[in-house]
């Protein structure tokens, strides 16, 4: 911190120094233009008529005459001159020193009071650890919800609607147990913006579902918490968009809104990585689109980026999928290299020059290992970690993908 003191120090003693030089010569400039030149213009004119008289051009009573009219502007000249010398002499200092002492004083109060004097930057391992440290003692779901305005049904709602709802809330509160009736309620709770009680609906249809519940059912309550806390993603929705995830790593609900966490906890770097991919992946009618057009092109400033947006859906086809791989395996050596071959050459020269999701690096490890190319699995996959080493979701993927390679143990 000291040594940030002792360089604005000199910068400011620098930049104040030059402020003041160049106000004086300013001044002296100034000065020199005006009466300075009239002097040399008439001392000038002296000497000219001197030389007319000696070469004979003008009588002497008329360069007399001439020779007075110039002497006096040239009194009246050396006059003015003194005289601005005397207004002007301290008038650039006084100017100059209030100048940087505005300048200083202004600096000094606008740093005080809207920088942070006594901080030094953060190291990246720092701020790593300080966005975890974030992440880990966020609020609850409960005090989000709570620092909300409670929920007052609209004034336009229609009254015929709004009977049906109530006849809605109170079959379900009779029938517990009725798993379409809770889907129905979370559906039209969420309709009306009653999004808690459309939350506690949803929660309940996974209890009654239980080992059924789909990654869907999972990704729609993650929502339904991020909706109810105002756009926060909670521990508690944390929870349930991991989970939708461990189900369907391709959710695009839940990658959305797990990429809003990462940024609201202080790591821009990895939710901009889900939210290209989003956007690289599609389809461009997706309801997760448009909120990341919105806020991406910001978010790659925060995470350090060059970025222009990518054709929206212009990777989805590119590369083999997991179908592509499973029949594969049902192929010949000739067959398999047939199918999936240059699929696999174009996504691995996508990955090696533009980059993509760890979705499309575990998807080549995969490939390679079907294709019986080892060694290039295995040096891909190295990379691969490298590429993910601070993104713990996407190290579960490419480990997994290494494993099935038998790349990694």
């Known amino acids: 911190m000291l040594s940030f003191w002792v360089v604005a120090t000199a910068i400011t003693l620098m930049v104040a120094a030059i402020l003041i030089r160049a106000v004086l010569r300013g001044a002296k400039r100034e000065v020199e233009s005006r009466a300075a030149s009239d002097v040399a213009v008439y001392r000038a004119q002296l000497d000219e008529v001197d030389r007319d008289v000696a070469r004979g051009v003008i009588a002497k009573a008329d360069a007399e005459r001439v020779h007075a009219e110039i002497a ?3 009194i009246a000249a050396d006059k003015a001159q003194s005289a601005e010398h005397a207004s002007t002499d301290r008038a650039p200092a006084y100017v100059a020193f209030a100048v940087i002492t505005v300048a200083v004083l202004g600096s000094v109060i606008s740093y005080w009071w809207l920088g942070a004097p006594g901080y030094g930057d953060m190291a990246l391992k720092d701020r790593i650890a300080f966005a975890e440290e974030v992440r880990l003692s966020r609020p609850k779901q409960e005090v989000a919800e709570a620092s909300l305005p409670p929920f007052a049904d609209p004034i336009d709602i229609d009254p015929r609607y709004k009977e049906l709802l109530t006849q809605l809330r109170s079959t379900v509160a ?12 979370a559906q039209q709770e969420r309709r009306i913006g009653n999004f808690i009680a459309a939350k506690e609906a949803q929660q309940r249809v996974l209890s009654l579902k239980g080992a059924d519940v789909t ?21 508690e929705a944390e929870m349930s968009l991991r989970a939708a995830l461990n189900k369907d790593p391709q959710n695009g609900p839940a990658r959305y809104y797990l990429g809003l966490m990462l940024a609201q906890t202080g790591r821009p770097d990895q939710a901009f990585r889900i939210w290209d991919a989003l956007l690289r992946a599609g389809p461009e009618d997706a309801v997760w689109i448009p909120p990341i057009l919105e806020q991406i092109e910001e978010l790659a400033q925060l995470a350090g980026v060059r970025y222009s947006i990518p054709a929206i859906g212009g990777t989805a086809e590119r590369g083999p999928t997991a179908a592509d791989v499973a029949n594969a395996q049902d192929m010949t050596p000739a067959e398999r290299m047939e199918m999936i071959g240059s699929m696999v050459e174009g996504l691995s020269e996508r990955l090696g020059t533009e980059g993509g999701p760890a979705t499309d690096w575990a998807r080549l490890i995969s490939s390679l290992g079907v294709l019986g190319e080892s060694q290039r699995a295995a040096a891909i996959y190295a990379n691969a970690i490298d590429v993910f080493a601070d993104d713990k979701d996407a190290l579960e993927l490419i480990n997994a993908a290494g494993r099935k390679a038998g790349v990694t143990d």
């Open 174 to 185: 009779r029938r517990p147990d009725d798993v379409q009736g809770h889907v129905l309620l």
């Open 72 to 74: 006096r502007r040239l």
């Open 215 to 235: 990654a869907q059912d999972l990704a729609d309550l993650g929502e339904l918490q991020v909706i109810s806390a105002g756009g926060y993603v909670s521990p």
